[in-house]
């Protein structure tokens, strides 16, 4: 039954970022921007502050890239996680092998970002797909495997 579980996890999480990836670059972007420009105008509320749309415009631009970053990176930890425990409940305790099976997802998905509009496959994005699925793999075998 863990097989099943994980294997399905595994590819819905694949699929989720495929959603992703399948995004015109406006609609992306636009996404994107709205979840930070929401999020500022409520750390802004919370102490009691309205944020001016200067304000709030210029936070977005310093903080778009790193959050899309940052995206990427916390995708890929996820689809880790599930490709790991995926390959456990078929007796494969290769750890390697999770980045590696990563590291190819993330290779077609920036390939297939070639196809979508306004879209381009980087290099730079494949990488840090990749730390991030490398990352929870260090985590899994230095932390969380030790502490059971």
Same mark, same amino acid.
């Given at each position: ?7 399905? *996890? =595994? ?15 406006? =609609? ?10 929401? =999020? ?22 310093? *903080? ?43 290779? =077609? ?40």
């Amino acid at each position: 039954m863990k097989r099943v579980i994980f294997t399905l *996890l =595994t590819i819905i999480w694949m699929g989720i970022i495929f959603t992703f990836s399948n995004q015109k670059s406006v =609609t992306s972007t636009n996404s994107s921007q709205s979840l930070i420009k929401s =999020t500022i105008i409520n750390v802004y509320k919370l102490f009691n502050n309205d944020a001016t749309k200067e304000e709030v415009d210029n936070i977005v631009n310093i *903080l778009d890239v790193p959050v899309r970053k940052m995206c990427h990176f916390m995708e890929y930890l996820i689809l880790a996680v599930f490709v790991l425990f995926m390959l456990k409940s078929y007796g494969i305790t290769n750890l390697y092998l999770t980045i590696l099976i990563c590291f190819i997802y993330a290779c =077609t998905d920036e390939f297939h970002q070639l196809f979508v509009l306004g879209r381009s496959g980087n290099i730079v994005d494949i990488l840090i797909d990749t730390f991030g699925s490398t990352v929870f793999v260090l985590l899994y075998r230095y932390v969380l495997k030790n502490n059971k």
